[in-house]
């Protein structure tokens, strides 16, 4: 399993051709206490840099960006009913969706660990 992020604080593993995505722990820091996400539809098909989901906190709300194209195949029904996990876990239990991977020459624009800890300094 390869982690990835995007410059848009998003993270997602991939596991074959299924990624699994959420906000990084410097977006939920950033955010603060997160009271309701928004996820996409199963099925939906959102292409790189589209907005994928929504996270709200009491300080703000954040478009969560797609960091891959993909469709859409799972959404993390625990995250909807208690959005406070994309604080106490959000690289874990807090992952956003899962989708299939349609073009995965795309993950190679996307940073590395050590290339988004450069990024958010």
Sequence with gaps: MTTYFSEEHVWLTVEGQIATVGITVHAQ????DVVFVD??????NIAQGAVAGVVE????????FMPITGVVVEVN????????????DPMGAAWFFKANISQSAELAGLLNGSDYQKLIG
């Excluded at 820091?29 to 603060?32: D, I, K, T, V, Y």
């Excluded at 996820?39 to 939906?44: D, F, I, Q, S």
């Excluded at 906190?57 to 969560?64: G, I, L, Q, Y």
């Design 29 to 32: 820091e950033a955010l603060g």
């Design 57 to 64: 906190s009491v300080k703000a709300a954040s478009d969560v």
């Design 77 to 88: 029904e625990t995250l909807r009913n208690d959005p406070s996990l994309a604080n106490s």
């Design 39 to 44: 996820l996409p539809a199963v099925g939906a």
